[in-house]
Nanobody, 123 residues
Framework: QLQASGGGLVQAGGSLRLSCAAS????????IGWFRQAPGKEREGVSC????????YYAHSVKGRFTISSDNAKNTVYLQMNSLKPEDTAVYYC??????????????????WGQGTQVTVSS
């Protein structure tokens, strides 16, 4: 089970930190990804982290602005979002899947999903 939280309303240029708390499975050797979906748009992969060695992946649209991290002791993954833009407005979801190159780079399906958390960036 995954529980996403931390969304909210922020002005452009501001910051938010999303959290994804996992329970019910061993946190080791997983890819934990963040995805987002804006109204009328397809779901987009944002970032991913390996709980095994901390390897990370970022979509081009967020690279340099977002930072993903993992606290394995708390079974929690964070997404620090800085320099937010109105185009970052979306429902953000976290998801988990066994770690592979494909899941780490968000090019494969994820089997476990949390509920979304709304991020709204005003201009």
């Amino acid at each position: 089970q995954l529980q996403a939280s931390g969304g909210g309303l922020v002005q452009a240029g501001g910051s938010l930190r999303l959290s994804c708390a996992a329970s019910g499975f061993t946190f080791d050797d997983y890819a934990i990804g963040w995805f987002r979906q804006a109204p009328g748009k397809e779901r987009e992969g944002v970032s991913c982290i390996s709980t095994s060695d901390g390897s990370t992946y970022y979509a081009h649209s967020v690279k340099g602005r977002f930072t993903i991290s993992s606290d394995n002791a708390k079974n929690t993954v964070y997404l620090q979002m800085n320099s937010l833009k109105p185009e970052d407005t979306a429902v953000y979801y976290c998801a988990a899947e066994r770690l592979t190159i494909a899941t780490l780079t968000l090019t494969s399906d994820f089997g476990s999903w949390g509920q979304g958390t709304q991020v709204t960036v005003s201009s």
